[in-house]
Structures are given as structure tokens and as C-alpha cells.
């Protein structure tokens, strides 16, 4: 005798795995694939619900600063990054003074001292 022939007034037994079940359609199948191991990677599928979304709602923030500081920050500093490159290659000032050390004169023909 099973037990719910035995007793058929319980609830069903929890936790609920029918989400685990694979689905029947092609496109369900690819994102049932993409979620099962999104949540196997990162250790998901042992957190409870309100737990996901709390983790998932954190990490979330973090990608959109961290976007958000690339998209506006990684620009300034390139230019920064390659005034400082061109500082160490050719020494400091333009590039007037540094063709001006080599020839002594500069485009009007005024002496630089270096």
C-alpha cells in the first residue's frame, strides 16, 4: 500500500521540483538548459526563492555600476593612459620641444633651452 493510498488527504510533498522536469519544446528545452546551468554554475539551485531574487537583484547593481563606470570613466582614462604612454617613450613637454631638442630650433627659429 503507498502512502497516499493510505492517506489521501495530505498535501503533496514539498519542495516542488516539476520546474526541474525538461520540457517538451525545442525553445523551452534551450532555455530549461540555459537556466539549469546558470543555476548549477553559480550554486542557485540550493537558495530559496526570495533568496534567488536577492542575490540575482545585488548582482545586477553591481554589473549596471560597474558598466556604467566603464562607459563613462574608460574613455577619460584611455587619454590619460596614452599622455602618460607618450610621457615615458618622449620625455615631457609636446612634440615641438622633444623635435626641438634634436634640432635645437624650433618651427620659427627661436632656440629652445632644454
Do not use: C
Not at 542557485?44 to 556604467?68: G, H, R
Not at 615615458?88 to 623635435?99: E, H, I, K, N, V
Amino acid at each position: 500500500m503507498s502512502a497516499t493510498q493510505a492517506y489521501p488527504n495530505l498535501p503533496p510533498a514539498k519542495p516542488n521540483h516539476n520546474h526541474t522536469h525538461k520540457p517538451d519544446t525545442p525553445v523551452a528545452q534551450f532555455f530549461w538548459r540555459w537556466r539549469m546551468w546558470f543555476e548549477s554554475t553559480f550554486v542557485l539551485s540550493m537558495l530559496e526563492p526570495w533568496e534567488k531574487i536577492l542575490l540575482l537583484t545585488i548582482f545586477v547593481f553591481f554589473a549596471m555600476l560597474v558598466s556604467v563606470a566603464v562607459l563613462k570613466y574608460l574613455p577619460h582614462h584611455l587619454v590619460f593612459l596614452r599622455r602618460r604612454a607618450m610621457y615615458y617613450l618622449w620625455g615631457p613637454g609636446d612634440l615641438t620641444s622633444a623635435a626641438a631638442g634634436v634640432g635645437g630650433l624650433t618651427g620659427s627659429g627661436m632656440r629652445v633651452e632644454l
